[in-house]
C-alpha cells in the first residue's frame, strides 16, 4: 500500500513562499516519478512540476517555471515543492503524485492540502 503524506500547506499572501513537503516512506525504485498537481476551484487537476528519484531530471509546467522548485531527498524520501513570487492564481488543492511518466499522473495521489494565496 503506498501512502503519500503532505505537508506545508495553508495561507499566504501575493508574491510571498511556501514549501510544500510529500513523504513517501515506502519502497522507491528508480522508475518513480514524484510530481505535483493541483487543482483549482472549479477547474479540473493539472499537473505542476515533478521528478526522478534516480536522477536530477525536473519537469514543470510553464505557469510556474521560474517560481517553484520541485527537489527530493532520497534519504528521507521526501519530495519538496518551493513556491515563490506566488499569486492568486495559484490557489488550489496541492496534490503529491507517485507514478512513472512526468507530466502523466500515476495511480497513487495524497489527500491534498489547500494553498491559498491572497491579494
Known amino acids: 500500500q503506498v501512502q503519500l503524506t503532505e505537508s506545508g500547506g495553508g495561507l499566504v499572501q501575493a508574491g510571498g513562499s511556501l514549501t510544500l513537503s510529500c513523504v513517501h516512506p515506502?519502497?522507491?525504485?528508480?522508475?518513480?516519478?514524484m510530481g505535483w498537481y493541483r487543482q483549482a476551484p472549479g477547474k479540473g487537476r493539472e499537473f505542476v512540476a515533478a521528478?526522478?528519484?534516480?536522477?536530477?531530471?525536473?519537469y514543470y509546467a510553464d505557469s510556474v517555471k521560474g517560481r517553484f522548485t520541485i527537489s527530493r531527498d532520497r534519504a528521507e524520501k521526501t519530495v519538496y515543492l518551493q513556491m515563490n513570487n506566488l499569486n492568486t492564481e495559484d490557489t488550489a488543492v496541492y496534490y503529491c503524485?507517485?507514478?512513472?511518466?512526468?507530466?502523466?499522473?500515476?495511480?497513487?495521489w495524497g489527500r491534498g492540502m489547500q494553498v491559498t494565496v491572497s491579494s
Open positions: 503524485n507517485l507514478g512513472t511518466t512526468p507530466r502523466d499522473p500515476g495511480r497513487y
Open positions: 515506502g519502497r522507491t525504485l528508480s522508475s518513480d516519478v
Open positions: 521528478c526522478r528519484w534516480s536522477d536530477t531530471r525536473t
